[in-house]
C-alpha cells in the first residue's frame, strides 16, 4: 500500500476542486482589483477604497455586523442555556434548527407583509395606542430581521460547548461556596467561551455581506459591503472596484478568524482534565 | 439537570414562537382570497392552484431540484475523495494546510463566492446559466462532505484496516468492504447537507445565474422585489411540507444508523 504511486491518483478530483474553486478565485479576485472600468492596470481601486464614502460604508456595515451579532448573541445565549436544561433537549434543539432550514428568502420575504403599513406589528401598535409606524424599509428593521436568521447559528455552537460541560463542575462549584453568579462567570461561561466563538464566527462574517435582506427589508437606508461588491458587479459592472471591496472583505474576514479562533492549547488542556 | 422554572420556560417559549411566528403568518395568508397579507378574507386554494399552473414555477421549481441532487451527488463523491486523501496523508502540517484550504469556503461569505466565480466561468468561458448554477454548488457543497466524513474517518481504528489486508483483501476491498461502509452515516449527512445547502442558496446562484435559467430563491428574490405576491405564500406552505418531511426523513435516518451502530457494538 505504501511507496504506491497511483496511490494519489485518486486525489485527484479533490485536488482539481481545490485549485480552481478555492486558490483560483482569491487570485482572480485580487488580480482583478488592479483593473479600472476601461481594462487599464491600475492602483485607483485602492485610492478610492479609502475615500470618506468607502471609509464610512466600511464603518457601518461594521457597526451593524457588531450590533446583529450582539443581539443574536444576546437572545441565544439564555435560550442555549435554557434549551440544555428541559427534558427531551435534543428534540427541543431540532425544533430551534427548522426555521434555519426554510429559505432564507421565504423567511424575509414573511416580514415584508409582518412589518408593514397594514401588518399584524401595527396593528397591535395601533391597538395600543402608539399609532402606526414606518417600520419597514429602516435601519431598525434590517438588524431586527438579519437577528431573527441568525438566531438558530448562534444557538447551535453554545448549545453544543454547554451541553459538554461535566454537571460535576457544577456542583463542585456549588458544594465549594460559589453562588450561581460566580458559578456561571468562573465556570460555565470560561468553558463555553469556544461555542460564544464560533457562533460570533458564523453570525459576523455573513453580517457584513448581507445583501438581499438589506434589499429587501432595508430598501436602500443601509449598504453593506456585500451590498456594495452586489452593486459594483451586477448594476455598475464595475468588477475592477467591486473587487477591491472584496479583497478587503476577504482580509476582514482572515481577521475575524484569527480574533475568533481557539487556543487549541487551552482547550485540549480542558479535555485532558476529565 | 435541574428543572426550569416559569420565568425561564416563558422566555423559551416567546423564542420559539418568534421564531415560527413568520413562517406560519406566511402559511396562513396563502389562504386568504384577498390580494394582501393583511385582512384575511375567505379560505381559498387559488394560490396554490396558481403554484401548480404555472408552467414557469414548476420548471424553475425542476430545475432547483435537479442542481440539488446533482450537485449533492457530484460534491459527496468528491468529498468522500477528498477526505479519504487528508485521511491519508502522512505529513501532519500538510494535512493541516489542506484542511484550512478546504475550510476557506465554508466561512467565506457568499458575496465573494459569487463575485469570484463569476469572474472565473467568464475568463474560462463557461456559460452562464444551467452549468455555471451546477458548477458552483459542487464547489461550495464540496467542503461540507469533507467535513462530514473526515470525523468518521478518524474515529475509525486503524487495526481494522491492517486486519483486512492482513486477511487477504485488496486495496479496493479494504475501500469498498471496510472503509465506505464505516463512514456510511458520515456520507449520507455529507449528503443531506449539501442538498440542503444547494436548496437554500441564493447569494451564490444570485451572481453566476445568467438571464435564462432561474432557481427557486433568485426567482422568488425577483418576485418579492415586486411585493407582495400570495403565490409565493402558496410556494412557502408547499416548501414547509417538504421541508418537514425530509427533517422527519433525516432523524429517522440518523436515529436508524444509531440503533444499528448500538447493535453492532453488541
Same mark, same amino acid.
Do not use: C
Given at each position: 500500500?505504501?511507496?504506491?504511486?497511483?496511490?494519489?491518483?485518486?486525489?485527484?478530483?479533490?485536488?482539481?476542486?481545490?485549485?480552481?474553486?478555492?486558490?483560483?478565485?482569491?487570485?482572480?479576485? =485580487?488580480?482583478?482589483?488592479?483593473? #479600472?472600468?476601461?481594462?487599464?492596470?491600475?492602483?485607483?481601486?485602492?485610492?478610492?477604497?479609502?475615500?470618506?464614502?468607502?471609509?464610512?460604508?466600511?464603518?457601518?456595515?461594521?457597526?451593524?455586523?457588531?450590533?446583529?451579532?450582539?443581539?443574536?448573541?444576546?437572545?441565544?445565549?439564555?435560550?442555549?442555556?435554557?434549551?440544555?436544561?428541559?427534558?427531551?433537549?435534543?428534540?427541543?434543539?431540532?425544533?430551534?434548527?427548522?426555521?434555519?432550514?426554510?429559505?432564507?428568502?421565504?423567511?424575509?420575504?414573511?416580514?415584508?407583509?409582518?412589518?408593514?403599513?397594514?401588518?399584524?406589528?401595527?396593528?397591535?401598535?395601533?391597538?395600543?395606542?402608539?399609532?402606526?409606524?414606518?417600520?419597514? &424599509?429602516?435601519? &431598525?428593521?434590517?438588524?431586527?430581521?438579519?437577528?431573527?436568521?441568525?438566531?438558530?447559528?448562534?444557538?447551535?455552537?453554545?448549545?453544543?460547548?454547554? %451541553?459538554?460541560?461535566?454537571?460535576?463542575?457544577? #456542583?463542585?462549584?456549588? %458544594?465549594?461556596?460559589?453562588?450561581?453568579? =460566580?458559578?456561571?462567570?468562573?465556570? =460555565?461561561?470560561?468553558?463555553?467561551?469556544?461555542?460564544?466563538?464560533?457562533?460570533?464566527?458564523? =453570525? &459576523?462574517?455573513?453580517?457584513?455581506?448581507? +445583501?438581499?435582506?438589506?434589499?429587501?427589508?432595508?430598501?436602500?437606508?443601509?449598504?453593506?459591503?456585500?451590498?456594495?461588491?452586489?452593486?459594483? +458587479?451586477?448594476?455598475?459592472?464595475?468588477?475592477?472596484?467591486?473587487?477591491?471591496?472584496?479583497? &478587503?472583505?476577504?482580509?476582514?474576514? +482572515?481577521?475575524?478568524?484569527?480574533?475568533?479562533?481557539?487556543?487549541?492549547?487551552?482547550?485540549?488542556?480542558?479535555?485532558?482534565?476529565? | 439537570?435541574?428543572?426550569?422554572?416559569?420565568?425561564?420556560?416563558?422566555?423559551?417559549?416567546?423564542?420559539?414562537?418568534?421564531?415560527?411566528?413568520?413562517?406560519?403568518?406566511?402559511?396562513?395568508?396563502?389562504?386568504?382570497? @384577498?390580494?394582501?397579507?393583511?385582512?384575511?378574507?375567505?379560505?381559498?386554494?387559488?394560490?396554490?392552484?396558481?403554484?401548480? !399552473?404555472?408552467?414557469?414555477?414548476?420548471?424553475?421549481?425542476?430545475?432547483?431540484?435537479?442542481?440539488?441532487?446533482? !450537485?449533492?451527488?457530484?460534491?459527496?463523491?468528491?468529498?468522500?475523495? @477528498?477526505?479519504?486523501? *487528508?485521511?491519508?496523508?502522512?505529513?501532519?502540517?500538510?494535512?493541516?494546510?489542506?484542511?484550512?484550504?478546504?475550510?476557506?469556503?465554508?466561512?467565506?461569505?457568499?458575496?465573494?463566492?459569487?463575485?469570484?466565480?463569476? *469572474?472565473?466561468?467568464?475568463?474560462? @468561458?463557461?456559460?452562464?446559466?444551467?452549468?455555471?448554477?451546477?458548477?458552483?454548488?459542487?464547489?461550495?457543497?464540496?467542503?461540507?462532505?469533507? *467535513?462530514?466524513?473526515?470525523?468518521?474517518?478518524?474515529?475509525?481504528?486503524?487495526?481494522?484496516?491492517?486486519?483486512?489486508?492482513?486477511?487477504?483483501?485488496?486495496?479496493?476491498?479494504?475501500?469498498?468492504?471496510?472503509?465506505?461502509?464505516?463512514?456510511?452515516?458520515?456520507?449520507?449527512?455529507?449528503?443531506?447537507?449539501?442538498?440542503?445547502?444547494?436548496?437554500?442558496?441564493?447569494? /451564490?446562484?444570485?451572481?453566476?445565474?445568467?438571464? @435564462?435559467?432561474?432557481?427557486?430563491?433568485?426567482?422568488?428574490? !425577483?418576485?418579492?422585489?415586486?411585493?407582495?405576491?400570495?403565490?409565493?405564500?402558496?410556494?412557502?406552505?408547499?416548501?414547509?411540507?417538504?421541508?418537514?418531511?425530509?427533517?422527519?426523513?433525516?432523524?429517522?435516518? /440518523?436515529?436508524?444508523?444509531?440503533?444499528?451502530?448500538?447493535?453492532?457494538?453488541?
Amino acid at each position: 500500500m505504501k511507496n504506491n504511486p497511483l496511490r494519489f491518483v485518486y486525489a485527484v478530483p479533490y485536488a482539481v476542486w481545490m485549485l480552481l474553486f478555492v486558490l483560483a478565485p482569491i487570485v482572480v479576485i =485580487v488580480y482583478y482589483s488592479f483593473f #479600472d472600468l476601461s481594462g487599464q492596470l491600475t492602483l485607483g481601486n485602492y485610492r478610492n477604497f479609502f475615500t470618506s464614502i468607502y471609509f464610512k460604508l466600511t464603518m457601518s456595515s461594521f457597526w451593524y455586523a457588531f450590533l446583529i451579532t450582539f443581539f443574536s448573541l444576546l437572545i441565544s445565549y439564555p435560550t442555549a442555556y435554557f434549551l440544555t436544561k428541559t427534558k427531551h433537549k435534543q428534540l427541543w434543539l431540532l425544533l430551534i434548527i427548522i426555521p434555519s432550514w426554510i429559505n432564507l428568502l421565504l423567511k424575509t420575504y414573511a416580514f415584508i407583509g409582518l412589518m408593514g403599513l397594514y401588518g399584524p406589528i401595527n396593528a397591535f401598535l395601533e391597538t395600543i395606542g402608539i399609532g402606526s409606524q414606518q417600520i419597514l &424599509f429602516t435601519d &431598525f428593521s434590517f438588524v431586527f430581521v438579519s437577528v431573527y436568521i441568525f438566531i438558530p447559528f448562534m444557538i447551535l455552537p453554545i448549545f453544543n460547548s454547554l %451541553d459538554k460541560i461535566n454537571p460535576a463542575l457544577l #456542583d463542585a462549584s456549588k %458544594d465549594l461556596g460559589a453562588n450561581a453568579w =460566580v458559578t456561571f462567570k468562573r465556570v =460555565v461561561w470560561p468553558l463555553t467561551i469556544d461555542g460564544v466563538k464560533s457562533g460570533i464566527q458564523v =453570525v &459576523f462574517i455573513p453580517a457584513l455581506s448581507l +445583501f438581499m435582506i438589506t434589499r429587501l427589508i432595508a430598501g436602500n437606508k443601509v449598504i453593506t459591503l456585500g451590498t456594495a461588491i452586489e452593486q459594483q +458587479f451586477l448594476v455598475t459592472q464595475n468588477w475592477g472596484m467591486g473587487s477591491t471591496i472584496a479583497v &478587503f472583505l476577504i482580509i476582514f474576514m +482572515f481577521l475575524i478568524m484569527v480574533l475568533t479562533s481557539r487556543k487549541e492549547k487551552g482547550a485540549s488542556a480542558n479535555g485532558k482534565v476529565k | 439537570m435541574g428543572k426550569l422554572s416559569s420565568l425561564p420556560k416563558i422566555y423559551l417559549a416567546v423564542v420559539f414562537i418568534i421564531l415560527y411566528a413568520p413562517i406560519f403568518y406566511l402559511i396562513y395568508y396563502s389562504f386568504n382570497s @384577498g390580494g394582501g397579507m393583511s385582512n384575511f378574507e375567505s379560505f381559498t386554494l387559488e394560490h396554490y392552484q396558481a403554484v401548480f !399552473s404555472d408552467t414557469r414555477l414548476l420548471i424553475i421549481v425542476l430545475n432547483t431540484l435537479i442542481i440539488a441532487l446533482l !450537485s449533492a451527488l457530484l460534491s459527496t463523491t468528491i468529498g468522500v475523495i @477528498g477526505a479519504l486523501a *487528508i485521511y491519508f496523508m502522512k505529513n501532519k502540517s500538510a494535512r493541516q494546510t489542506v484542511l484550512s484550504l478546504n475550510n476557506i469556503l465554508i466561512v467565506s461569505p457568499d458575496v465573494i463566492i459569487g463575485a469570484s466565480f463569476l *469572474i472565473l466561468f467568464t475568463l474560462i @468561458g463557461v456559460k452562464l446559466g444551467f452549468a455555471s448554477v451546477l458548477i458552483s454548488h459542487i464547489a461550495f457543497s464540496v467542503p461540507i462532505v469533507v *467535513i462530514m466524513v473526515l470525523p468518521k474517518l478518524q474515529e475509525m481504528s486503524t487495526s481494522l484496516i491492517d486486519a483486512a489486508l492482513d486477511l487477504g483483501a485488496t486495496r479496493k476491498d479494504v475501500l469498498t468492504r471496510v472503509i465506505l461502509p464505516y463512514i456510511k452515516p458520515g456520507i449520507f449527512a455529507g449528503f443531506f447537507l449539501a442538498l440542503t445547502y444547494s436548496l437554500d442558496d441564493f447569494a /451564490v446562484t444570485f451572481f453566476v445565474t445568467g438571464n @435564462g435559467f432561474s432557481t427557486l430563491s433568485v426567482e422568488i428574490y !425577483s418576485m418579492a422585489r415586486t411585493g407582495i405576491t400570495l403565490t409565493i405564500n402558496a410556494l412557502s406552505g408547499l416548501i414547509f411540507l417538504i421541508t418537514m418531511v425530509l427533517v422527519l426523513g433525516y432523524y429517522i435516518v /440518523v436515529n436508524k444508523t444509531k440503533v444499528s451502530a448500538k447493535e453492532v457494538k453488541r
